[in-house]
């Protein structure tokens, strides 16, 4: 029973480099998203997408790209790292179809930008 | 924007005692989702009990309940017999049934529990 699976769990950047946050999730899911979150703040969504091949920006989108070939894959790019990305970053993902559905969450993954 | 506000950054409870946890929000709309999500220190996002906006009866779940002032726009979460495990960040969070892409979260309460 894998839910949403983020990887990698750790990473540490130099500024200026690149990655990539992966997520998968396996309960086919419509919806899925990608949240950041920083000391005395709550999660704030960075970009969601509601299907494969359709994506959008959410409330801190700068600095991130994100693709969605596939229902399962979703993820995460930084093209440039800075220390102001230096966060914890969640995916989540839910059915789309009723907004009263229930989100489920990665299980994070600590990044830091030096 | 929808806006949700925690105005206790940390709360201590006795273990077996009850602790409640406040949330309010600020929305012109009428039908929404309103959550509470516990994170443990190993930051998972664990949904503890959510409650629609339309239904007038206050959500229960197990030790966790819920009191939804709608006119007040309040949601506060309620823990009865207060466990070791209970300890954990908890955050406020809504959903608006208009706009359901996404969430917007409380900066979150840090509860302690005291043996």
């Known amino acids: 029973n894998a839910g949403v699976t983020q990887t990698p769990k750790f990473q540490v950047l130099k500024t200026g480099q690149s990655m990539t946050l992966q997520c998968a999730q396996d309960?086919?899911?419509?919806?899925m998203s990608w949240y950041r979150q920083d000391p005395g703040m709550g999660l704030r969504l960075i970009h969601y997408?509601?299907?494969?091949?359709?994506?959008d920006q959410g409330e801190v989108p700068n600095g991130y790209n994100v693709s969605r070939s596939t229902t399962e894959d979703f993820p995460l790019r930084l093209l440039s790292a800075a220390p102001s990305q230096t966060s914890v970053y969640f995916c989540a993902s839910r059915q789309w179809l009723s907004s009263g559905n229930t989100i489920y969450f990665g299980e994070g993954s600590w990044l830091t930008v030096v | 924007a929808q806006t949700v506000t925690q105005s206790q950054p940390e709360m201590s409870v006795q273990e077996a005692e009850t602790v409640t946890l406040s949330c309010t929000y600020d929305t012109s709309e009428s039908d929404y989702y309103l959550f509470w999500y516990k994170q443990p220190p190993s930051r998972q996002m664990i949904l503890v009990i959510r409650q629609e906006a339309y239904k007038q009866q206050n959500a229960t779940e197990n030790r966790f309940s819920v009191n939804f002032q709608k006119a007040a726009k309040s949601f506060s979460l309620k823990i009865s017999d207060s466990q070791l495990g209970d300890a954990a960040m908890y955050f406020c969070?809504?959903?608006?049934?208009?706009?359901?892409?996404?969430?917007?979260f409380g900066a979150g309460t840090r509860l302690t529990v005291k043996p």
């Open positions: 309960m086919n899911h419509e919806y």
């Open positions: 969070a809504y959903r608006s049934d208009y706009n359901n892409n996404d969430m917007r």
């Open positions: 997408s509601v299907g494969a091949g359709i994506t």
